[in-house]
């Protein structure tokens, strides 16, 4: 069924069903002869879910994904926001565990979803279990010139691994179909249905519908801050919304990364989790000072034991893209190297795991979220200095002048150490403009978010060269000591770290042009206009 | 996309309740399927229920003004498809005979483009020996021929078989099949057991002579959709399967009766 067009209706008062139906009914006899048609292919019960990645990024390029579930199998079918086909393909079943679209047997569904979706693996977001009958609208001559297919549908939104479904029943939806030929019955039924009390046109689609009635919308997780800041804000209540958003973001991603549905969970939870630090770190003083000290050393455990499992994870997300670079040996010689990492990744997650299931993570969530939550909503007179603007405009300008001044004193002879450091600074800018993004002028926020992008990926280009470099010596050694390496192996371990270094000294020498871009004459004023508006 | 026909120079041999028939189990099957009244007096649109009337008429498709597409009605069952009759076929052995530098491949020419959108499409062709009937064999890739049992009908397939064994280059396969068959009649029995024996390209199914394939007239609606378990409709059941199970029967029959002319 297509979305929302002029030809779906819904019922508008559930409790009123029966007589609105009756209704529509009689409404119809005006012009038809009206029979039921309980043998039509689409009549009986519908089970379909609607599927997208936890960061809805199907949604996000105006696409809906579903599975239809049919006595053997089901298809998949891909369509665009207002419901016009885009691919289906056949599947035997669904795996009840969350899948990536690699996963999905070869077919266009597949085919056009794998690059828009990957790394991600596709959730179900809505489940609808639909009972459908269908009405046959006859002319004089008892030929079917129209249908109305009327559905009823109970819609549930799956629970993670903790918590029940949540359930609802939506009102029922009417559509009036087409038989090829006959188009100007169709609009006069659907113009007949448009007038029947109590039966409005459909203004979402069954999906977004679902949602709406489960308490949801579309594209509700995003790893962004997005916190509610104003300028006027006292500092300590905008921090709180801040850290309160990160703590939200950090809780979401804890269910996906325990379940270990995709390594982006752990990405975003570590990236809410260092956001969290930055913050505490650089606008931790309009915090009380006890709150502020103790959680900066809690949340960098929680970085820590974070740690291993996303080197992992990235090793094994770019193990193909680093094969695939390979000159001399060949990719099979790496296998054992894969097999390694998975290895290990699995020991790794069991420590997450426990980690995150022990009562040191419940302790740092709860009571870190009790006292910003009284940060947050506390009443009484409180001092207005300073604003959330205030703060916003003396920690940037201060993160930025830090940054211009170390980044000049690195020459070519500066140890590595350095540009690592530089880094780290570079990253703690970029959080503070991301966490005041809605106090600056959209313009002006772009221009410096661009250069100062450009540095760090530079930066990260450098470290994450040498990090690497570092670890595959240091697996190297693993596997030697766990006699897992082949020699051949070993050899393109060699080959790979040689190519690292190739790149870190690639990422050196575009260094001094990305600085001075981003920090020289032209780079200070952009920051000037940002911070303190155009003359 | 593959397209039957149910030809036969006779009329009231069944060509019509064949071609609805087969028409809505290929359907019902799963495939995109199209039946084509192309007789002018609309048995196959009066059977399902649709008016016998093509804007612009034969000449408008003909000649391209209107597409195929644009003609094409919906049936009341899914998947099955109607491209309607109407009054002004009677002439389009005019139609086709016009600047056509290929008369005789005009319709094959006109349903190519349908192939995106349909499995099978048939052919319901009007009893006669004329242009209409030669595009129809050439556009075809199945023709069906409905006999009946009589020493005459065979003579009938016999100067088909040879007419079509006569074309250039592609040539339709021939299935006959033996139709209005009263299992009463001795001469009934005997010809369809020695026309079974003797030749290849004749379906082992007979299409019994029943008054529920009348009926669709009444009904207007295939038997095999509002009587799917009589004796009628479990015929064209097995005739569709024998059809469609034996995609090659020989495309040029040996002869074994006098020379046949056409």
Redesign the interface.
Known sequence: MTAGGLREFVVDSPAEEDSTLAAVRSALSRAFMVVEEPGAASSGTHRRTWLDTFDWRLYKAGLTLRFEQARRGGRLVLSKADGTPQAEQQVTRWPRRPGLAGDLPDGPVRDRIIVLTSPRALLPIVKAVSTVSVTRLLNADGKTVARLVTEQATVTAPAGSTGADTTAELPPRLAVTEVRGYPGQARRAAGLLAGVPGVSYASQSLFIAALTALGRHPADYSSSVEAEITATMPAPVAVARLLLRLLDTIELNVDGVLRDIDTEFLHDFRVAVRRTRSAIKLLGTVLPADLAGHYAAEFKWLGDVTTPIRDLDVHLLGFDAMTGQLAAASPADLEPLRAFLVRRRAREFRRLAAALRGPRFRAITDDWRKALLEIRDASGPRRRRPTAAALARGTTERAFRRIAARGAAITPDSPPESLHDLRKRAKELRYLLEFFASLHDPVAYRKVVSDLKQLQDCLGEFQDSEVQRHEIHALADAMLAERAAPAATLLAMGEIAAQLAHSQVEARAEFAVRFARFAGPAGQERVRVLLEGRR | MKIFATYNIKGGVGKTTAAVNLAYLSAADGCRTLLWDLDPQGAASFL????PRVKGGGKALIRGTKTLDD????T?F?RL?LLPADFTYRNMDLLLDGNDKKPTQKLAQLLRPMAAEYDHVFLDCPPSISLVSENVMHAADVLLVPLIPTTLSVRTLDQLTEFVAGFNGRRPQVWAFFSMVDRRKKLHQEITKDLQSERPGVAATPIPALSVIERMSVE?APVTAFAPRSVAARAYRALWYEVQQDPKPPRTPQLNRGPARW
């Open positions: 399902f229920r649709i008016k003609a094409i009605k919906g009341d899914d498809d207007r």
